[in-house]
T-cell receptor, first 111, second 115 residues
Framework: DAKTTQPPSMDCAEGRAANLPCNHSTISGNEYVYWYRQIHSQGPQYIIHGLKNNETNEMASLIITEDRKSSTLILPHATLRDTAVYYCIVRVYQAGTALIFGKGTTLSVSS | NAGVTQTPKFRILKIGQSMTLQCTQDMNHNYMYWYRQDPGMGLKLIYYSVGAGITDKGEVPNGYNVSRSTTEDFPLRLELAAPSQTSVYFC??????????????FGEGSRLTVL
């Protein structure tokens, strides 16, 4: 699987949009981008995934560049409860292929 | 549904002891995974299983063993515990359908300390 690069930490003011970048310059055509987050010491929580089109759900939006070498997770109105570690993962779209987590980005939302 | 249940939640072991971390899920998921997370680090995959009777090594399998005799249960065995195995262990599962979307369901974690 392609590797990802994320900034170790980011800050965001409450109510503002949080834009978390991820670089995956060696991504292959059959690999999807997945985002998870881990609040405090809980198990990771799935957020969103995508291949090449922008995706949106009730939690976030995922913007993938046209060349697919990078992506951005957007939390439109960050709250204090969004403080967490966010993981960007690239994985082949194949059942049974395990997710490999990196170190992620620690997002701190403050009031 | 209870989801993914891990026991024990906390455990202290002495060096050289053995123990089994239990993981059970009631969602009829085919795929199950064990991860470990050291302080300040991301999750590392230990072992995974795509169905009863089938297991495979992940990134850091040394010092661990698993079995998958039923769809529901995926225990992780630590033999001869070492301080390097001090970590938080997470079990996760998914079905074939949710696996393709990448949605894993995680347990609450088991915190193990080896002294």
């Amino acid at each position: 699987d392609a590797k990802t690069t994320q900034p170790p930490s980011m800050d965001c003011a409450e109510g503002r949009a949080a834009n978390l970048p991820c670089n995956h310059s060696t991504i292959s055509g059959n690999e999807y981008v997945y985002w998870y987050r881990q609040i405090h010491s809980q198990g990771p929580q799935y957020i969103i995934h995508g291949l090449k089109n922008n995706e949106t759900n009730e939690m976030a939006s995922l913007i993938i560049t046209e060349d697919r070498k990078s992506s951005t997770l957007i939390l439109p109105h960050a709250t204090l409860r969004d403080t967490a570690v966010y993981y960007c993962i690239v994985r082949v779209y194949q059942a049974g292929t395990a997710l490999i987590f990196g170190k992620g980005t620690t997002l701190s939302v403050s009031s | 549904n209870a989801g993914v249940t891990q026991t024990p939640k906390f455990r202290i072991l002495k060096i050289g002891q053995s123990m089994t971390l239990q993981c059970t899920q009631d969602m009829n998921h085919n795929y199950m995974y064990w991860y470990r997370q050291d302080p300040g680090m991301g999750l590392k995959l230990i072992y995974y299983s795509v169905g009863a009777g089938i297991t495979d090594k992940g990134e850091v399998p040394n010092g661990y063993n698993v079995s998958r005799s039923t769809t529901e249960d995926f225990p992780l065995r630590l033999e001869l515990a070492a301080p390097s195995q001090t970590s938080v262990y997470f079990c996760a599962s998914t079905s074939r359908g949710t696996d393709l979307t990448g949605e894993l369901f995680f347990g609450e974690g088991s915190r193990l300390t080896v002294l």
